[in-house]
């Protein structure tokens, strides 16, 4: 890397927009090299290398070798569609991802033209001034102009200590770096694959390991595809020897079984659910960075959320200063010396950089007044400054002085603050009742007060030096609209809501109320700490926000929710919440506000930051598991009738009704109503009012798994008792064999439509389920009425037994299925006690 060139003009102004392109257009993007063309080719082998393919090309060639060119050329053709089908998904898969890779693409603060504004990380070009704060990761290369920085570098180097950057040392700042404190401005001098993190080829993003739920799906099908392999040796050896057909004709019976057994369809739909339903989610506002979090969205049973930005529209605004007599000033109108000079305290006790909604109040009412404007009071240097945290709930700034003097400025919580200004008891409980009936109308208060001025050296812990109370600040943010009626959603889910803020108690309690929430019973921060791990459980139970909170004190909330039995949602913005965002079952960052150590730690964004939409991406969530567990009962019934079709025949002693042609046509209709029929079933109009599933629910338990195999094995035995009494009919073999087909293609469809509405607990249609139908209508034309088609599949044309026994078998499904539902309603209208029961028994003489 070079270094920057010293007399470079102004350097902090950064680059011209027009100058930015020309550079953006020769080095290109900041990012690594695109390897995409990788996967397909690694999709391309998964799906020659699948069960049902290879089947596929071990029965055409079956076909050739007998020489039947026909049989041969068809399947060839159904090679090809099911390649199509499966690529078609992928597309949808991958086009669902990308859009996610690029709303989770993450933004850089970039000053430009002497303006500072977000952009792309990706866009960014050599010569651009990064502005870093605290959490933020290093987006590329470079030296640091101003300010100083405290920097991770264990993504590069392995080393967990911190190191201290500044501008006179001249140290280069890499890529993948985190700002773990601090401020500063970087010049960027390499991007893309110029970084040291490009140079070693490390990734910038992860696509993540397959959730537990897709390995216990890979895990079935792997079981089950040896199973299919087994009874496939054993048919064909039935076949040949019990039924005395030829080894290859043998063969073919025996592979039609193994694709009949073979589910193929079961990872494919949990790839494509969960990446579609990411992207359904990301459009309400909420981004999934990791697709297993998906799966838990349904049974999260606790939310803990954050007050400020989640619950309140983070438009903080400093409504009322309270100077040091006690009296009270509205900031909407003309302030006065006293009110002035609280303002002007607190301006020096704000991060001039902070991106805080109070430090930006504050910032912007000093604006209005010209006399803090003109001296530039929000900008004010600072010697050194003490963030909140190591105990801490205030801010405190050096600001340095004429004559190399300072004092210290600070900001921050009023029963922290005060005791630095060594009041006396009356003076304290004045402010103290001021503070606490402020808060009680929903204000967030906060204390200000200043030090003396001193020379020499400033001390390592304000705390040890004295201050004088300037004032008190009082900040409104109101409640989003619309968090009562999600409070109230969530009540209706079982779902418990935690407010959590480091605000007074009387103003988490006022905005608790406001939200929905009881608010009477408050735990504070200090509480926690005083309590053990039992006590904090028993005490949790009990409450519904809490107060005064440090970031530090969010982890043991939430492992004590998860050792009471709760699935927890857990929201953050800072550094210091990535602990608990990590060990909650689900972590939420904030998208608008939150540093990129929070997104990375958290499984969603909140890209809007508002609680409701984290309320949505919960009904989504469950939704998605609905239609997972439609989509895994109906592969568990459709596929029943199949084998007892490819079954009876041979049992009989007659040729196989089934072949892998056949079995391929149907496959088309298991395959898209997998896949896109029930991925686009809406949701259960009680999806909300139930509640959350246990954790360890799974689409494949054995009760969803039974209740398929019992749907398929009623319509396996309508379609077979059809075909027997077809042969004992003596219709003739292939129109037999059609019509049995058709009626089972017609069962296959059942099974679709009568699984779409128990899903959504009603009847439904969607645009994919009319589609499916009309596909589905002209294969039967087709298969029934084209001579080509049907002579090639071993059919007759349609007679009598055609028009009259599919119709029929649909209805006995029907029936099948429909029978427990209406023996569940006749009971419960008729049980003693109801009002049909009352009622019979009044008319009685």
Same mark, same amino acid.
């Given at each position: 890397?070079?270094?920057?060139?010293?007399?470079?003009?102004?350097?902090?102004?950064g680059?011209?927009?027009?100058?930015?392109a020309?550079? %953006?257009?020769?080095?290109?993007p900041n990012?690594?090299?695109?390897?995409?063309?990788?996967g397909?080719?690694?999709?391309?082998?998964?799906?020659?290398?699948?069960?049902?393919?290879?089947?596929?090309?071990?029965?055409?060639?079956?076909?050739?070798?007998i020489?039947?060119?026909?049989?041969?050329?068809?399947?060839?053709?159904?090679?090809?569609?099911?390649?199509?089908?499966?690529?078609v998904?992928?597309?949808?898969?991958?086009?669902?991802?990308?859009?996610?890779?690029?709303?989770?693409?993450?933004?850089?603060?970039?000053?430009?033209?002497?303006?500072?504004?977000?952009?792309?990380?990706?866009?960014?070009?050599?010569?651009?001034?990064?502005?870093?704060?605290?959490?933020?990761r290093v987006?590329?290369?470079?030296?640091?102009?101003?300010?100083?920085?405290?920097?991770?570098?264990?993504?590069?180097?392995g080393?967990?200590?911190?190191?201290?950057?500044?501008?006179?040392?001249?140290?280069?700042?890499?890529a993948?770096?985190?700002?773990?404190?601090?401020?500063?401005?970087?010049?960027?001098?390499?991007?893309?694959?110029a970084?040291?993190?490009?140079?070693?080829?490390?990734?910038?993003?992860?696509?993540?390991? *397959?959730?537990?739920?897709?390995?216990?799906?890979?895990? !079935?099908?792997?079981?089950?595809?040896? &199973?299919?392999? !087994?009874?496939?040796?054993?048919?064909?050896?039935?076949?040949?020897?019990?039924?005395g %057909?030829?080894?290859?004709?043998?063969?073919?019976?025996?592979?039609?079984?193994?694709?009949?057994? =073979?589910?193929?369809e079961?990872?494919?739909?949990?790839?494509?659910?969960?990446?579609?339903?990411?992207?359904?989610?990301a459009?309400?506002?909420?981004l999934?960075?990791?697709l297993?979090?998906?799966?838990?969205?349904?049974?999260?049973?606790?939310?803990?959320?954050?007050?400020?930005?989640?619950?309140?529209?983070?438009?903080?605004?400093?409504?009322?200063?309270?100077?040091?007599?006690?009296?009270?000033?509205?900031?909407?109108?003309?302030?006065?010396?006293?009110?002035?000079?609280?303002?002007?305290?607190?301006?020096?006790?704000?991060?001039?950089?902070s991106?805080?909604?109070?430090?930006? !109040?504050?910032?912007?009412?000093?604006?209005?007044?010209p006399r803090?404007?003109?001296?530039?009071?929000?900008?004010?240097?600072? %010697?050194?400054?003490?963030?909140?945290?190591?105990?801490?709930?205030?801010?405190?700034?050096?600001i340095?002085?004429?004559?190399?003097?300072?004092?210290?400025?600070?900001?921050?919580?009023?029963?922290?603050?005060?005791?630095?200004?060594r009041?006396?008891?009356?003076?304290?409980?004045?402010?103290?009742?001021?503070?606490m009936? =402020?808060a009680?109308?929903?204000?967030?208060m906060?204390?200000?007060?200043?030090?003396?001025?001193?020379?020499?050296?400033?001390? !390592?812990?304000?705390?040890?030096?004295?201050?004088?109370?300037?004032?008190?600040?009082?900040?409104?943010?109101?409640?989003?609209?619309?968090?009562?009626?999600?409070?109230?959603?969530?009540?209706?889910?079982?779902?418990?809501?935690?407010?959590?803020?480091?605000?007074?108690?009387?103003?988490?309690?006022?905005?608790a109320?406001?939200?929905?929430l009881?608010?009477?019973?408050?735990?504070?921060?200090?509480e &926690?700490?005083?309590?053990?791990?039992?006590? =904090?459980?028993?005490?949790?139970?009990?409450?519904?926000?809490?107060?005064?909170?440090?970031?530090?004190?969010?982890?043991?909330?939430?492992?004590s929710?998860?050792?009471?039995?709760?699935?927890v949602?857990?929201?953050?913005?800072?550094?210091?919440?990535? *602990?608990?965002?990590?060990?909650?079952?689900?972590?939420?960052?904030?998208?608008?506000?939150g540093?990129?150590?929070?997104?990375?730690a958290?499984?969603?964004?909140l890209?809007?930051?508002?609680?409701?939409?984290?309320?949505?991406?919960?009904?989504?969530?469950?939704r &998605?598991?609905?239609?997972?567990?439609?989509?895994?009962?109906?592969?568990?019934?459709?596929?029943?009738?199949?084998?007892?079709l490819?079954?009876?025949?041979?049992?009989?002693?007659h040729?196989?009704?089934?072949?892998?042609?056949?079995?391929?046509?149907?496959?088309?209709i298991?395959?898209?109503?997998?896949?896109?029929?029930?991925?686009?079933?809406?949701?259960?109009?009680n999806?909300?009012?139930?509640?959350?599933?246990?954790?360890?629910?799974?689409?494949?338990?054995?009760?969803? %798994?039974?209740?398929?195999?019992?749907?398929?094995?009623?319509?396996?035995?309508?379609?077979?008792?059809?075909?027997?009494?077809?042969?004992?009919?003596?219709?003739?073999?292939?129109?037999?064999?059609?019509?049995?087909?058709?009626?089972?293609?017609?069962?296959?469809?059942?099974?679709?439509?009568?699984?779409?509405?128990?899903?959504?607990?009603?009847?439904?249609?969607?645009?994919?389920?009319?589609?499916?139908?009309?596909?589905?209508?002209?294969?039967?034309?087709?298969?029934?009425?084209?001579?080509?088609?049907?002579?090639?599949?071993?059919?007759?044309?349609?007679?009598?037994?055609?028009?009259?026994?599919?119709?029929?078998?649909?209805? =006995?499904?029907?029936?099948?299925?429909?029978?427990?539902?209406?023996?569940?309603?006749?009971?419960?209208?008729w049980?003693?006690?109801?009002?049909?029961?009352?009622?019979?028994?009044?008319?009685?003489p």
């Open positions: 890397m070079t270094a920057p060139d010293p007399g470079q003009s102004n350097r902090l102004e680059l011209s927009e027009a100058e930015a020309r550079r %953006l257009r020769q080095d290109g990012a690594l090299p695109d390897r995409r063309w990788m397909w080719l690694r999709l391309l082998w998964n799906i020659v290398t699948e069960p049902m393919f290879v089947m596929l090309l071990i029965a055409t060639a079956i076909y050739a070798a020489g039947d060119a026909g049989e041969a050329a068809l399947l060839l053709a159904s090679v090809a569609i099911v390649m199509l089908i499966t690529l998904q992928e597309f949808r898969t991958q086009g669902a991802l990308r859009a996610l890779r690029e709303l989770a693409a993450p933004l850089a603060h970039v000053v430009r033209g002497g303006a500072e504004r977000p952009l792309p990380v990706a866009e960014i070009v050599r010569g651009d001034v990064v502005v870093l704060r605290e959490g933020d987006p590329a290369d470079g030296v640091l102009l101003a300010d100083g920085v405290m920097l991770d570098d264990s993504l590069l180097t080393e967990s200590v911190a190191v201290r950057h500044t501008p006179t040392e001249g140290r280069d700042i890499k993948g770096t985190l700002v773990v404190a601090g401020n500063g401005h970087m010049e960027v001098m390499a991007t893309g694959s970084t040291a993190l490009g140079m070693i080829g490390a990734s910038l993003a992860s696509e993540g390991a *397959p959730s537990p739920l897709q390995r216990k799906a890979a895990r !079935a099908v792997r079981v089950l595809a040896v &199973i299919a392999m !087994a009874f496939a040796a054993l048919v064909t050896c039935l076949a040949w020897w019990w039924d %057909l030829a080894p290859l004709d043998a063969a073919l019976a025996g592979i039609a079984l193994a694709m009949a057994i =073979l589910p193929e079961v990872p494919v739909v949990l790839t494509v659910f969960y990446a579609l339903g990411a992207r359904r989610i459009r309400r506002g909420v999934t960075r990791r297993a979090a998906v799966e838990t969205m349904g049974a999260v049973s606790v939310l803990a959320v954050d007050k400020t930005g989640t619950l309140t529209q983070n438009r903080m605004a400093l409504t009322r200063l309270v100077d040091a007599r006690g009296i009270v000033h509205e900031a909407a109108s003309a302030l006065g010396d006293s009110a002035v000079n609280v303002l002007h305290a607190a301006c020096e006790a704000t991060p001039p950089t991106m805080d909604p109070t430090d930006a !109040a504050v910032r912007t009412l000093a604006e209005t007044v803090l404007a003109a001296t530039g009071a929000a900008s004010a240097r600072a %010697l050194r400054e003490f963030p909140v945290g190591d105990g801490r709930m205030f801010v405190s700034r050096v340095a002085g004429p004559e190399s003097t300072w004092h210290i400025a600070t900001k921050g919580a009023i029963e922290d603050v005060l005791p630095l200004c009041l006396d008891e009356a003076t304290t409980a004045g402010f103290t009742a001021l503070a009936e =402020l009680a109308e929903g204000f967030r906060l204390a200000v007060a200043r030090s003396a001025t001193h020379a020499g050296a400033p001390p !390592a812990d304000p705390s040890v030096q004295p201050h004088t109370v300037v004032g008190l600040l009082a900040l409104a943010d109101p409640l989003r609209t619309d968090v009562p009626a999600a409070m109230a959603e969530c009540r209706a889910a079982g779902i418990r809501v935690l407010m959590i803020t480091g605000d007074h108690p009387a103003t988490a309690r006022a905005i109320r406001k939200a929905g009881r608010g009477e019973n408050l735990l504070t921060g200090t &926690i700490a005083s309590l053990d791990d039992n006590a =904090l459980d028993i005490r949790l139970r009990e409450v519904d926000a809490c107060a005064r909170v440090l970031p530090a004190q969010k982890l043991r909330l939430v492992r929710l998860q050792r009471q039995g709760h699935v949602g857990m929201t953050g913005d800072g550094v210091n919440d990535a *602990p608990a965002l990590r060990a909650a079952d689900v972590g939420v960052a904030m998208g608008k506000r540093s990129d150590v929070a997104r990375e958290a499984d969603l964004v890209l809007n930051d508002s609680f409701a939409s984290l309320v949505t991406s919960i009904r989504l969530g469950r &998605i598991f609905d239609n997972v567990n439609g989509a895994v009962r109906f592969i568990s019934a459709a596929h029943v009738p199949i084998v007892i490819a079954l009876v025949p041979l049992l009989m002693h040729l196989p009704l089934l072949l892998p042609a056949q079995i391929v046509l149907l496959e088309m298991i395959d898209p109503a997998c896949s896109i029929v029930f991925e686009a079933t809406p949701a259960s109009e999806v909300m009012r139930r509640p959350p599933r246990p954790v360890d629910d799974s689409p494949f338990r054995a009760a969803i %798994l039974a209740r398929g195999l019992i749907d398929g094995a009623g319509a396996g035995v309508v379609l077979a008792l059809a075909y027997i009494a077809l042969v004992l009919s003596a219709v003739p073999a292939p129109e037999a064999s059609l019509t049995v087909f058709l009626g089972l293609f017609a069962c296959v469809v059942t099974l679709v439509v009568t699984g779409q509405r128990r899903v959504a607990d009603r009847n439904v249609g969607t645009s994919w389920t009319y589609a499916l139908l009309l596909f589905a209508a002209a294969v039967v034309m087709d298969v029934a009425f084209l001579p080509g088609v049907h002579d090639l599949m071993g059919f007759a044309a349609p007679g009598w037994s055609t028009a009259f026994v599919p119709p029929l078998c649909v209805l =006995l499904t029907i029936a099948w299925l429909r029978w427990p539902a209406a023996a569940m309603a006749i009971r419960r209208r049980r003693p006690g109801s009002g049909a029961h009352r009622r019979v028994r009044t008319t009685d």
